[in-house]
């Protein structure tokens, strides 16, 4: 009985194109395999019983991704939609997880860790620094598929982007405080870093929005929180003293527990139009609570479960996926449908 390694010879492939083709795995052109099925046909191939005919995901490839520190219920759910893509299409991969600060030396360290212990492809929510995009360049080169989960990076060979629309997201809160207040108001808008793009183009989408439609509606100021409740609490109760006539708060990222907390004891102003990102425990409370008015929610299990497909088929089967721009829906939701 002919062997993989006869077939690769006579049809002039590789023994991987041929396991390939006879296991159906995809990643190879038509003509390829309709040369390797012909060669197989003629030379009485019959698959295997040993463990040369076992799918490559038996051993499994280790998966690095590397995110920002987010102890909230939309960064449970996208490495949930990770493990569970994995559990149902039978992937035996290992995804080792480092979650950092917002800053490019904390997120270097954990890129290095992931790789050092073995990953062959890399998930990454990047922080926008010329680092990260020379060690996502380095990694590709060596053969490492990366993959930008919710937010993205620009002058990289990364394989694909996996999230939002970040502009459209911007564009549908820009349009969503327009109804809500009437055209009229405000804002004050607090992001997690200015060094993130995603961010940054979710206030470039919200500004570019009001400025077509709603001239009424002003930005007061943009601040930093890093994601970080606390810091988010003591930043909320610093702006609204200084900029006394807001009249309504974007939040961009996380810090929504914190932020909400400290406009939640504020007694002199209750009444301000809050929108914020996510479908998280902090919001479902506040929202409840009458002080969040919307979230713009954005299917981070779906994120997580695409993104690791496109990566698994990228290492195990040099698989390119259909579309550089993988984007999922963006959903409105409210105190009567969260």
Excluded: W
């Excluded at 569970?84 to 800053?103: F, Q, S």
């Amino acid at each position: 009985m002919a062997s993989k390694n006869e077939i690769a010879d006579n049809a002039g492939v590789s023994r991987t194109t041929v396991d390939k083709v006879l296991n159906d795995k995809g990643g190879v052109s038509d003509t390829t395999k309709k040369k390797v099925l012909a060669v197989a046909k003629e030379l009485s191939y019959e698959p295997e019983k040993s463990s040369d005919s076992a799918p490559d995901t038996a051993k499994g490839p280790k998966i690095g991704f590397v995110s920002f520190s987010e102890e909230d219920q939309r960064h449970k759910d996208l490495k949930a939609g990770m493990q569970e893509r994995m559990e149902d299409n039978g992937y035996a991969a290992e995804l080792i997880v480092r979650e950092t600060p917002m800053y490019a030396d904390a997120q270097l360290k954990a890129i290095e860790e992931v790789i050092g212990a073995g990953a062959k492809g890399l998930l990454i929510t990047p922080y926008d620094d010329e680092r990260i995009v020379n060690k996502i360049n380095e990694l590709s080169k060596k053969g490492i598929p990366v993959v930008t989960v919710c937010s993205d990076i620009e002058g990289t060979d990364r394989l694909a982007y996996v999230g939002s629309n970040n502009m459209r997201l911007g564009h549908t809160v820009g349009a969503l405080l327009g109804l809500i207040s009437g055209g009229h108001a405000e804002v004050g808008i607090i992001t997690g870093s200015r060094d993130v793009l995603g961010q940054e183009q979710r206030i470039a989408g919200f500004l570019e929005k009001i400025q077509k439609e709603y001239p009424n509606i002003t930005v007061e100021t943009i601040t930093e929180c890093k994601n970080e409740d606390y810091k988010c609490y003591d930043t909320l109760q610093r702006i609204a003293f200084e900029y006394p006539t807001i009249t309504s708060f974007i939040f961009i990222a996380g810090g929504v527990g914190g932020g909400c907390k400290a406009l939640y004891q504020m007694t002199a102003r209750p009444n301000y139009h809050i929108i914020t990102i996510d479908e998280i425990a902090a919001t479902v409370e506040y929202m409840n609570k009458g002080i969040i008015t919307a979230a713009i929610c954005q299917e981070p299990r779906r994120q997580g479960a695409i993104a690791i497909s496109i990566i698994v088929d990228a290492i195990l089967h040099n698989k390119e996926p259909e579309s550089e721009y993988n984007y999922t829906d963006i959903n409105i939701r409210i105190k009567e449908n969260i």
